[in-house]
Nanobody, 121 residues
Framework: QVQLVESGGGLVQAGGSLRLSCVAS????????MYWFRQTTGKERETVAY????????YYVDSVKGRFTISRDNAKHTVYLQMNSLKPEDTAVYYC??????????????WGQGTQVTVSS
């Protein structure tokens, strides 16, 4: 079982920056691929970025490439999302997700409670 706690959301003007953090409980943080998702009212949850267990490989949705950076510190059980050059369309609730695929095929997903990011124009 993994518990995830996000922080760092808030209100920022367009062009500004925020850094989201997600701290995980448990001793096996380095086993999990970590994701950031976001969701706005009436829309499906969208994958923003993910980072592999080692931190060497990352993925970004096209709309945030060059502006957002995902990183992790396995010693601190924390994943980060640095968001620069924010736009009003980045406004959403941002969720942290931990994903583990066991050798026997079962996938485990854990979610944080979400943190609101609001970008004003």
């Amino acid at each position: 079982q993994v518990q995830l706690v996000e922080s760092g959301g808030g209100l920022v003007q367009a062009g500004g920056s925020l850094r989201l953090s997600c701290v995980a409980s448990g001793r096996t943080f380095s086993n999990y691929v970590m994701y950031w998702f976001r969701q706005t009212t009436g829309k499906e949850r969208e994958t923003v970025a993910y980072i592999d267990r080692t931190g060497r490989n990352t993925y970004y949705v096209d709309s945030v490439k060059g502006r957002f950076t995902i990183s992790r510190d396995n010693a601190k059980h924390t994943v980060y999302l640095q968001m620069n050059s924010l736009k009003p369309e980045d406004t959403a609730v941002y969720y942290c997700n931990a994903n583990y695929s066991a050798p026997w095929g079962t996938a485990y997903h854990y979610w944080g409670q979400g943190t609101q990011v609001t970008v004003s124009s």
